[in-house]
C-alpha cells in the first residue's frame, strides 16, 4: 500500500492495471478498516490514503478512479468541497460519513456523489456495497428516498445507523440497472431498451422491475421522478 507523504505524488508508477483508489479520512482506524475490506474485494487494487481536502485535491491531479471520503476532515466544507469538485474530475466520489442524516445523504447524492457509506455499517452490508461500487454500479441508502414526513430526521444519529442495519435496507444499481434506468428517463419502451442494449425484452422486463422495488416506484414516471431527485440520472 502506498503511504500518502507528498500532497505532489505521482502515481505513474502504479502501472495500469488495478483501479486506483484513495481512501480519505482524518482516523487512522476507519482508513485501515476500510483499505482492508477493499483489498479483500479486489486484491489488484492501488490504494493512497489522505487525512485532508486538499491533499485529496492535489491526489485528484493523477488519474484516480475511485474515491472514498469522508465528510468532516480538516480544511474544508465536505458538501461544499463534493460541490466544487465533482464536476472537474472523471474520479468516482463514494462519501463514507460517521453520521447518518437525510440532508446529508440527499446533497451528497445531489453533489454528483455515486454512494454513500456509513461508517457504523455492519461487515456484510459493507461488503455488498463496496463490491457493487468497485463493479461501477451507484449505492444510496433506502432512506434516502422517504420523505420528511416519514419522520426521518427525527431520528438520532446513533440510533439511525443502528436502524438501518436492523432493515439491511439499500438502493444499490448495478451498472445495467443504471443504463435500463437512463433508457426509462428518455421514455424509450421495454423493446427498443432490449435492442439498444442487446438483451433480451424479458431480461429487460426484470430490470425494470427491480428499478420499482428499489426505488419504491408503481410505474415509470415515478422511478424516473425519484431517480432524477437523488441525482441518479440527469
Known amino acids: 500500500m502506498e503511504k500518502f507523504l507528498d500532497i505532489d505524488i505521482s502515481l505513474d508508477h502504479f502501472g495500469s492495471s488495478g483501479p486506483r483508489v484513495v481512501v480519505a479520512d ?53 458538501l461544499d468541497w463534493l460541490r466544487q469538485v465533482i464536476p472537474t474530475t472523471t474520479a468516482r466520489i463514494v462519501v463514507v460519513s460517521g453520521t447518518f442524516e437525510l440532508r446529508d445523504i440527499q446533497a451528497a447524492i445531489t453533489a454528483g ?4 457509506l456509513s461508517k457504523g455499517m455492519a461487515a456484510r452490508s459493507l461488503a455488498n456495497a463496496l463490491q457493487i461500487i468497485l463493479d461501477g454500479g ?9 420523505s420528511p414526513s ?21 438502493v444499490a444499481l448495478t451498472p445495467r440497472q ?21 438483451i433480451s425484452e424479458a431480461t429487460v422486463k426484470l430490470h425494470v422491475n427491480s428499478l420499482f422495488r428499489l426505488l419504491s416506484a408503481r410505474n415509470r414516471t415515478q422511478a424516473v421522478n425519484q431517480a432524477r431527485k437523488f441525482g441518479l440520472i440527469d
Open 150 to 170: 416519514d419522520d426521518v430526521e427525527s431520528a438520532s444519529r446513533q440510533g439511525w445507523a443502528q436502524k438501518t442495519e436492523q432493515k439491511t435496507a439499500s
Open 113 to 116: 456523489a455515486v454512494g454513500f
Open 26 to 78: 482524518d482516523h487512522a482506524l476507519v482508513r485501515e478498516g476500510l483499505i482492508l475490506k477493499l483489498r479483500q474485494l479486489s486484491p489488484n487494487i492501488h490504494i493512497v490514503e489522505a487525512t485532508t481536502f486538499n491533499e485529496v485535491t492535489a491526489l485528484l491531479r493523477n488519474r484516480i478512479d475511485l474515491v472514498f471520503l469522508d465528510l468532516h476532515m480538516p480544511g474544508a466544507d465536505g
Open 178 to 198: 443504471s443504463e435500463v434506468l437512463k433508457y426509462l428517463s428518455q421514455g424509450h419502451m421495454n423493446k427498443q431498451i432490449a435492442y439498444d442494449l442487446g
Open 138 to 146: 451507484t449505492y444510496v441508502p433506502a432512506e434516502a428516498f422517504l
